[in-house]
Every structure is written in structure tokens, then in C-alpha cells.
């Protein structure tokens, strides 16, 4: 059926307070001896492995929060069950994320929001933004080639706008129950009172190049006197985060955009000793977050009708899972069952070969959209049956792979910018939340790579710790034009937010008139480029496979992203990947630590799913 456009089950009788859960968690996850260090294939994970924990997945009957982190999820479900809405509980989340899981998102990063409040469905853009004084040759060294990834990445240069807090404040003000400031205080007590180094926190700190040797202050906050990551277990108290969340607890985002905390960012960004960034007090002050229109598409899954939502450009995901979806409907995926409990090497041939056509339309249309024109002046162009069947046709069912794949031309328009060559994507977090009146949200928040510009702002008033920035510029293309010297689209340009993977999705039941119905499904993934397939792989498991939430999740990860088919190492049979071979692509076995968060509605409640290689639960009642 073709695609249609269209705009740990928890003992609810405990009540632990978040500071003591905060000194409980540690030693929650196995160790993954197997975790490769540093090879090319890790390199194409965001974040490095830390482990492989069975989940069951929780049954909820009111309301459920899904978050990256246990300490997270209790401040999201204090929350709501203080009467908070979604919106309410995914800002005490992420602010806690800040404080426990540092390394992936914070105050110092950006976020895309979807937000349902049961009238209205919203897509909230908190996407960095370049400095004014960005040029596009911000990574090109004196002879005029691209900067190695970290050596654009590790300190101010790669530092983008923030945005995660100016959005948040203006989509608390539409939706916001409690007050903002009491949306602080489980941030701050935690702050103040210290929490529990997780096995995640220490693994990443461990295999950590460049945050010790890059930034003192980092390297007094998360490391001893010798040198060595503090220790699973650790109190770990961070006073000068909690300074900074009084202050935008009582003032509003604008404590980070003006005033003494904006005047240490830019400080931190402009005065690097190595690689100093542009980012000025005026970006700051100016930076506005913006509300588009949701992307939406139509589809058919097992003869019932969906309804799926995401973020639309800058974001490139929802465009993105769309085209694999579409694309693979004029293909025989459907027919094709899991074998063993895993996909079968005949539908990953022709997933992956769907991941290579749309990955090729990705890196030529896919920017700001208030720098660069949809194809025929419309995304929904890129969803066209007529093009998704067209594309389909270039796949050989049972031949050779493609390997790479060249774009193509929706919308009968005319080629004008270059295709931007391949580039790394890192980092990320999701919350995704329903309460009690059947609001619900999907949130993916970043500061990009692990531990983001390994810059740490502290006001130097003797308190340990503060927040991250983020690197999100590296988002941008590193060469902004080809040997032709046409433009690539998301090449560094002033004000310009830059694509991002980034899929928060809302997925609901389909009316007969084809209109959105009600909720089924909130989901989204951190992963950088790989967050596409990640979101991919739980839409088909839930609604091809008939899968619940968590056995979609556990699934084996799998994608391409117009290069090697990329497996989850040790998760396929090896009859699989031998005969993925056979179709003569390059087969990549790799850890892909995706992070999944999903809650779906079911006729007793909600059933939630966490992601088995992260720390993240699912709480609610």
C-alpha cells in the first residue's frame, strides 16, 4: 500500500525520594567486554557502548514517562503526579538529564518538541543557531581542506546558540500547569545533594579523549587528582549547576541569554586557547526559538490506517523514515516475517537499499528551511507515491546492492546545490511523556557529540561544575561547496540552524476520512544519523511486526546511511549476515547504542518501553 502526504516494572507502592534513587542506581547495567575502542566502525556510534540490560517493558493505566536515565524519569513522575502536565514533567526531566547524563544533552544544547495537547499538535524548533559572524569556511584549514572531525569539534569554534531553555520557556507558557520555577527544584536538590555516578557516565568518562586535557574545570569536576574518571557509585555534587538553575528558575531563559552566566559562555567560547569560537552576547540575546508546522504522512501497515507526525526541516528524520517507509511499500518488506526473531537477510537488502536512496535525497535537499527551498517548493514532495515508486524501482529484490546511491528529482525540479559529502553525527537524548488528561510529548535534546565541545562554563567563584556546550555547529558541512562550486544546502551560513537527525515522533490511529485520530504511539531515539533507523525499526516492529514496545526496541539495530549496511554487532546469525553478502554490499558489524524511548497506548493504558543499552526506565501509574 503506497504513502500517502498529509500535511523495570516499578513497585508503585515505593515512594524513594529522587536524591536517594539518585545513590541507587549505580551498578543497573552489565558491562559489554565485547564494546570495540576505537575502530572506524565504533566511530559511526554517537556514544561509546556501556552495556546490554534486559528490560520487560511497563504496564501503566493513567499516565508513564520514558527517559534516558532512572533519576530523570522519577523527577518527570513526581511531576505528573503533582499535577504537572507533559509539558511540565519533560522540563524537570531534561533538567535533570543535564545534571546525570551530561555526556548526551543540557542547558548548554538545543531540542526539537513535539507536543500534543489534545487540541493542537505543535513541533517546537530549539535548534542551535550560527553566530552572526559564521562564515561558511568556519572548518576549512589555511589550504583550504575540511578540519578532522575533533579538531573542529573540541573547543569554542564548533559551539552553536542554545536553545533548549528559551524553547521550553516559551512552550511552558501555552502549556505549563505548574509554575516554572517548581519545574527546578528536583534539578537542583540533586545538584546540591549530589547523585550516584552511573556505570554509563563512568564508561564514557573512561574512553573519553579529549574532555580532561581540553577543559580544567571538566577535569576537576569529573576526574580525581590522578587523573582517573571518579568511580561507579560516586557522590558526585555539582553546587555551580544549581546556581545556574536558581537563576533560570526565578529569571526565566533570559538568565542564559544576558547577564553574568551569558557573559561566561561567551567568555568560555571566545577565549579557548586553541580554538576559540565566534559565539557573541548578541547571539545570545537575540536567539528565538520557532513553532513550525508539524510533518505528517499517512500509512498502512497490516490493513489499519496510521498517522505518523514528526519535526519537519532542519530536522532531516521524519523526512527521512518517511522515504524508507514509503519507498519500501513498493517492495515485498511486507510479506517478509521475522526469522529466528530478528529481520530476515531478504527484508535488511531491501532496507537498507531503501536507507541509501533516501540518505541520498538527505544529503542534497535536507536544511534550514529558511535558508534553502523544499524540493518543487514542498517536503511533502519527497513523499510523492509517484517518486517513493519510481525510487523503489532502482532496487534489485533479490540482486546487488546498490552500495551508494545517487539523489533524485521530486518535484520535477532542477538540481542547485551540491550533494554534501558524508560526515559523522553524534550524541542526543529522547523523553517521551503522556499524562493523565492524554497529553502527550516527544523530545530529542542534544549537545551533539559525547560530552559535546568539552567545554564546561563555571563563573569561577570557587563552586564545582556547571553545564556542557554543545559542538552542534559540526553539524553544518564541513566543505560548503563542490568541485563545480555549487553550494551544498547546509553548508555554515550566519543565523542558520543546521540539519539535524533528530526524529521525535507521535504516531496516530488513521480516521476512514484519512484525518488524524487518536494516539497511538509516542517514540524517538538519540543516535546522530543512525536515529533514523532507530525510529525506522520501532515503527515497522510495532506496527508491521505486531510487536509491543519493548520487543521493538530489543530488536537488533541495523541501517545504512548510504555506505556499509551497518549490523549490530553480535545480534544477527550468521547465516544472515553471510547472505546479506551474497547481495555484495559491505557488511559493517558495529555496537550501535541507540537509546530508545517509547510509550503506546493500549486498551488498559499505556505500555512503555526503555532501550536495553542505555540506563533509561519507563514509571508511571
Not at 541509501?356 to 529558511?370: E, H, K, M, N, T
Not at 551533539?448 to 563555571?458: A, H, K, T
Not at 553548508?491 to 488513521?510: D, F, H, N
Request: hydrophobic share 40%; net charge neutral; with cysteine.
Amino acid at each position: 500500500m503506497p504513502l500517502r502526504t498529509r500535511l523495570v516494572r516499578i513497585d508503585r507502592t515505593v515512594r524513594l525520594p529522587i536524591w536517594l534513587a539518585a545513590l541507587l542506581i549505580a551498578g543497573c547495567a552489565t558491562p559489554d567486554a565485547s564494546a570495540p575502542g576505537t575502530s572506524v566502525a565504533a566511530r559511526q556510534s554517537p556514544e561509546a557502548a556501556s552495556g546490554y540490560t534486559s528490560k520487560p517493558g511497563w504496564s501503566t493505566s493513567r499516565f508513564a514517562v520514558a527517559a534516558a536515565n532512572p533519576i530523570a524519569t522519577r523527577a518527570g513522575y513526581d511531576i505528573l503526579q503533582a499535577g504537572g502536565s507533559a509539558l511540565d514533567a519533560a522540563i524537570a526531566v531534561q533538567l535533570v538529564l543535564g545534571l546525570v547524563e551530561p555526556q548526551s544533552s543540557g542547558i548548554g544544547g538545543g531540542a526539537f518538541l513535539l507536543y500534543d495537547n489534545g487540541q493542537q499538535l505543535q513541533a517546537w524548533d530549539g535548534r542551535e543557531t550560527a553566530p552572526a559572524a559564521a562564515t561558511d569556511s568556519l572548518f576549512l584549514k589555511a589550504d583550504g581542506q575540511p578540519m578532522a572531525f575533533h579538531e573542529a569539534v573540541v573547543g569554542g569554534r564548533s559551539v552553536g546558540v542554545p536553545g533548549l531553555l528559551p524553547m521550553l520557556e516559551q512552550a511552558h507558557r501555552q502549556h505549563g500547569v505548574l509554575p516554572w520555577s517548581r519545574l527546578f527544584d528536583p534539578a537542583i536538590r540533586l545538584a546540591e545533594l549530589g547523585f550516584a555516578i552511573s556505570p554509563r557516565l563512568h564508561t564514557l568518562l573512561s574512553s573519553e579523549r579529549y574532555l580532561a586535557s581540553n577543559d580544567a574545570v571538566a577535569a576537576r569536576y569529573f576526574y580525581d587528582a590522578g587523573g582517573q574518571p571518579l568511580p561507579v557509585g560516586h557522590l558526585l555534587r555539582n553546587p555551580e549547576y544549581a546556581a545556574v538553575l536558581r537563576a533560570l528558575a526565578s529569571q526565566g531563559a533570559s538568565a542564559l541569554q544576558q547577564g553574568p552566566w551569558a557573559r561566561a559562555v561567551v567568555d568560555k567560547v571566545q577565549q579557548h586557547p586553541g580554538n576559540p569560537g565566534q559565539l557573541s552576547l548578541q547571539d545570545l540575546a537575540q536567539y528565538q526559538p520557532l513553532q513550525r508546522d508539524p510533518l505528517c504522512f499517512n500509512y498502512q501497515a497490516q490493513q489499519q490506517g496510521y498517522f505518523i507526525c514528526g519535526m519537519p526541516p532542519p530536522s532531516s528524520g521524519t523526512l527521512a523514515i518517511g522515504q524508507i517507509l514509503g519507498i519500501l511499500d513498493h517492495t515485498r518488506a511486507a510479506q517478509l516475517p521475522l526469522q529466528q526473531g530478528v529481520p530476515s537477510a531478504s527484508w535488511l537488502h531491501l532496507y537498507t537499499e531503501a536507507s541509501r536512496l533516501a540518505f541520498a535525497d538527505r544529503a542534497q535537499y535536507v536544511a534550514d528551511p529558511d535558508f534553502v527551498s523544499a524540493p518543487g517548493n514542498s517536503w511533502l514532495s519527497m513523499f510523492d507515491p509517484a517518486y517513493l515508486r519510481q525510487r523503489a524501482s532502482l532496487i534489485a529484490s533479490e540482486g546487488a546492492s546498490m552500495q551508494a546511491a545517487q539523489p533524485g528529482r521530486p518535484g520535477s525540479i532542477r538540481l542547485a546545490h551540491a550533494n554534501m559529502p558524508p560526515q559523522l553525527e553524534y550524541g542526543t537524548s529522547h523523553i517521551s511523556i503522556i499524562d493523565a488528561q492524554g497529553r502527550a510529548l516527544s523530545m530529542t535534546s542534544s549537545i551533539e557529540d559525547q560530552f559535546g565541545s568539552r567545554l564546561m562554563v563555571n563563573r569561577g567563584q570557587g563552586l564545582a561544575g556547571g553545564f556542557l556546550l554543545n559542538n552542534q555547529l559540526t553539524d553544518f558541512s564541513f566543505t560548503p561547496v563542490d568541485a563545480q562550486g555549487r553550494a551544498v544546502a547546509n553548508r555554515v551560513q550566519p543565523g542558520k540552524r543546521p540539519r539535524s537527525s533528530m526524529a521525535p515522533i507521535l504516531i496516530y490511529r488513521q480516521q476512514a476520512d484519512g484525518s488524524r485520530g487518536p494516539l497511538l504511539m509516542t517514540a524517538g531515539s538519540p543516535g546522530g544519523s543512525l536515529i533514523i533507523h532507530y525510529v525506522s525499526k520501532i515503527l515497522y516492529g510495532t506496527l508491521h511486526w505486531g510487536l509491543d514496545t519493548q520487543q521493538a526496541i530489543a530488536l537488533p539495530n541495523f541501517g545504512s546511511t548510504n555506505g556499509p549496511t551497518l549490523l549490530e554487532q553480535g545480534r544477527f546469525p550468521a547465516a544472515t549476515v553471510n547472505a546479506l553478502r551474497t547481495h555484495g554490499a559491505e557488511i559493517r558489524e558495529m555496537p550501535m547504542t541507540s537509546g530508545l524511548q517509547a510509550i503506546m497506548r493500549t486498551p488498559g493504558g499505556y505500555f512503555g518501553g526503555a532501550d536495553p543499552r542505555r540506563e533509561g526506565i519507563v514509571m508511571g501509574e
